[in-house]
Each structure stands twice: as structure tokens, then as C-alpha cells.
């Protein structure tokens, strides 16, 4: 049995069938439950999803910040236009999306795989890619109807041009990627420190690089140079046109909203009690701490671990990247954890987790205990409206903050073990 369910994930045809498969008996279930049961399988973003996108196309209005608590940019609401015409189906429009979303992204990853970075078969590709592919969280997230899956074609294709010397089209990729959803900013150090001259089949400049300012001289490479200016054009280009089109509307609620937001509910992070606090009693300091929360994840995950590990090995490099920016992060729900999920078909296979099946096991059992320890707490606040701020949910977020570090931890380790590194060593 085993061996056949091997050779069924071996092999593109039958996995993405499966992976299919898996998506639709998903989607046909939440129906069923969405009609049958008070507790709703579609998510609650994908209502404010789909509203958006009615309230951007509608005579009346035209503005998708119309809709109370969309916090997107623009483009959100503009692919799910097909939700706005009648029908179930049509309604399920954005989740069918959402799903092939996913798909890509698991295409995405086998070529990675088998790129000149890590060179796996086909065969071995497709098991790595499975990770992703058949992992239920995966589907189960994306046929509610979170976004989450657009990000991570986004990514995976941004790696993918990037491996693949594709600078021009990286960098249209950065752009739009920070447009969509801010956070793959966190790349783009480590993607430039990556993209030295050598790798990139240049040859550096030597009278240049001794002392300072010569290796100042020597950084500023023609491809470094073309990825900023791709990048960032791309980026300021669909802002300008954005706020043309919804004024200042767009940039509270796409970009600034996210440097004070406090929301409380449906968060992992440790900072949920303060956030809650916040919420019910405001502050009048002159700094507050949703204002600030940010600054130790943007230090870890846009200067520490870039520096640490970009040229060893930038797929796991912008893994820890991605894990420390959603585990610092001030708000963290479920949804975030497809942001670096995506990578660990591209992590695991040089991982101490495989490599140490005991700590792989320990590692996956307290992630889920801890997550598990927290629903628990949440359930009874939420649902049976029992006070369980202290000790339960603060315990619990603790509990899965520290995990989540010690995880991290060993994903920076493993730097000095990637076949990149080990080649360069």
C-alpha cells in the first residue's frame, strides 16, 4: 500500500489529480456545511472578500474600502468580479481560485526543486512537493476562501526567477508580491545579498574591493542595481494608480491600518492580551505598543538571519525568514502559516528534521499541541464566552512562542548544512 501511494505522489499527472481531488471533496463539503450547520465553513475574510468586490463594481459606490474591515489592496476585489454575479457557483468563484492558487505554487516548487539550486528528479521532486500539495491544512485554508494562496505563488515565483537569473522579472514580481500583501518586503535584502557578482556568472571587479569603500563599489552590481529599479517602479507605479483611483481610502487601509491595527481575536501571538487590552481601554501614550511591536521582527527577519544566511542557502534563508517574521509578528492567525509552509518542500530534504526523525516528530507534536492548547483556550472565550484570558490564553501563546523560537532556531542551524554552503565551504 505504501509502496503504491509512493508511486501515485512520484509522478505530476497523479499527484496534481490528487491534489485536485482533495480540493474539490474540500469545496463541496464546506457547501454542505455552510447550509447545514451554524458554525460556517467559509471564512469570514472571504465575505468581506467577495462584499468588496460588490461594492467596487456597483454604480453607487465604486470603492471596495466601501466594505467595512477590507484591508487589501484594490486588485483583491478586482480578480473576484465573477463573485459578484449571481449563482452559487459564482460565489465560489474566488475559492476555486484560491485552490488553483495552490496548484501553481506546487508546480512552482518541483521546478525549483529541480533547478540548478537543489537538482532533485521528478519523482523526488513530486514527494517534497506533496508536503504542499496534499497537506489538508493547505486546502482546507485556501477552499474557505483565504487569499493566502496567491502569496504563495507570488513567492514561490519571485524564488523562482531569482534561482533562474530572471532579475527583470524577480523584480516585477518583489513589486507587485509587497503591493499584494507588504510582508515579501522581508526578501529583498536577502535576495540582493544572494545576488552577488559570481553567482550571477559576472566577474567582480578586484581593484575595486580593497577596503571600504571599495567594497561599497564592488555591492552595486548591475543585476542589484536593475532588481531596485524593477522593484520599486512596479511597486510606486500600482500604488500611484491605486490611490488615482480610491485616494487616500487605499493607503490607510492597505498599508497604514497595519502599523496600529490591534486585533485580538483569532491571535497566536503573544501580544493578543495586550492587543486586547488596547482595545477595550486606549492609550494616550505618546508610543504605543501596536506601534512598536513591529521592530524586533523586522530586525530578525530583515537583517540578522539575511546576513546569516542568504549565500548559504536563500530558499531556507527566506523559510526563517518568513517563520520569524510570523511568529514575532503582533498578529498572527492560522492563515499566516501558509506563508512559510510553502517553503518546507524545499527545507526538509537537507533538514535536521529528516536527518534526526526523533526531533522532526518532537518538533511537529509540540507545534500542534501548543496550537491545539490555544484553540482550546480561544473556543471556550469565543464560543462558550468563559474569561480565559489568564493563565489559559496567555499560557498557551507563550507555550507556542517559545516552540515556534526553538523551531526557528534549528532552521537557522541548518544554514551550515545546505548543499549550496556546503559546495562554497
Given at each position: 500500500?505504501?509502496s ?32 447545514n ?6 471564512d ?12 467596487t463594481?456597483?454604480?453607487?459606490s ?31 468563484f474566488?475559492?476555486v481560485?484560491?485552490?488553483?492558487a495552490d ?15 537543489l ?11 506533496s ?20 502569496l ?34 522581508i526578501?529583498?535584502?536577502a ?18 574591493q ?44 492597505t ?51 539575511p ?48 536527518r ?8 511537529l ?7 491545539g ?43 551550515d ?9
Amino acid at each position: 500500500m505504501a509502496s503504491q501511494v509512493g508511486a501515485l505522489i512520484s509522478r505530476p499527472p497523479p499527484l496534481f489529480a490528487a491534489a485536485t481531488i482533495l480540493r474539490i471533496t474540500m469545496s463541496l463539503y464546506g457547501l454542505w456545511q455552510d447550509a447545514n450547520s451554524p458554525l460556517k465553513y467559509t471564512d469570514i475574510d472571504y465575505l468581506v472578500f467577495t462584499d468588496a468586490a460588490r461594492f467596487t463594481f456597483a454604480s453607487a459606490s465604486k470603492s471596495p474600502y466601501t466594505r467595512e474591515t477590507y484591508r487589501y489592496t484594490p486588485l483583491l476585489a478586482w480578480l473576484l468580479y465573477p463573485t459578484t454575479w449571481p449563482g452559487t457557483f459564482w460565489f465560489s468563484f474566488g475559492k476555486v481560485l484560491f485552490a488553483a492558487a495552490d496548484l501553481l505554487a506546487g508546480y512552482l516548487i518541483i521546478r525549483i526543486l529541480q533547478g540548478p539550486a537543489l537538482r532533485m528528479s521528478e519523482d523526488r521532486a513530486c514527494r517534497y512537493a506533496s508536503i504542499w500539495l496534499l497537506n489538508p491544512m493547505v486546502a482546507t485554508i485556501s477552499t474557505r476562501g483565504s487569499s493566502e494562496g496567491l502569496l504563495g505563488v507570488l513567492v514561490m515565483a519571485l524564488l523562482w526567477a531569482v534561482l533562474e537569473k530572471r532579475v527583470g522579472f524577480a523584480g516585477v514580481l518583489l513589486g507587485l508580491g509587497v503591493h499584494f500583501k507588504i510582508y515579501p518586503f522581508i526578501y529583498a535584502p536577502a535576495i540582493m545579498w544572494w545576488m552577488d557578482a559570481q553567482r550571477m556568472g559576472r566577474k567582480p571587479d578586484f581593484q575595486t574591493q580593497a577596503g571600504k569603500p571599495g567594497q561599497v563599489i564592488a555591492f552595486i552590481t548591475p543585476d542589484r542595481v536593475w532588481l531596485a529599479i524593477v522593484s520599486l517602479t512596479t511597486f510606486i507605479s500600482l500604488n500611484l494608480v491605486m490611490y488615482a483611483l480610491y485616494g487616500m481610502p487605499f493607503l490607510t487601509h492597505t498599508f497604514l491600518h497595519h502599523v496600529t491595527r490591534i486585533d485580538h481575536r483569532h491571535n497566536f501571538s503573544p501580544y493578543n492580551i495586550i492587543l486586547y487590552l488596547t482595545s477595550a481601554h486606549p492609550s494616550s501614550t505618546l508610543v504605543k505598543v501596536e506601534s512598536v511591536a513591529f521592530l524586533p521582527q523586522l530586525v530578525l527577519s530583515t537583517v540578522f538571519i539575511p546576513m546569516v544566511g542568504a549565500k548559504k542557502d536563500l530558499p531556507t534563508t527566506m523559510l526563517a525568514q518568513t517563520f520569524a517574521f510570523v511568529t514575532f509578528n503582533k498578529v498572527c492567525t492560522s492563515q499566516y502559516f501558509l506563508w512559510y509552509m510553502v517553503f518546507l518542500p524545499l527545507y526538509l530534504p537537507n533538514s535536521s528534521f529528516f536527518r534526526n526523525p526523533r526531533l522532526g516528530l518532537s518538533a511537529l507534536g509540540l507545534w500542534v499541541a501548543t496550537q491545539g492548547l490555544w484553540l482550546q483556550q480561544a473556543y471556550k472565550l469565543e464560543f462558550l464566552g468563559m474569561s480565559t484570558f489568564v493563565p489559559g490564553l496567555l499560557t498557551s501563546s507563550l507555550a507556542f512562542f517559545l516552540v515556534n523560537c526553538w523551531v526557528l532556531g534549528i532552521i537557522i542551524g541548518d544554514l551550515d548544512y545546505s548543499p549550496e554552503h556546503a559546495k562554497t565551504s
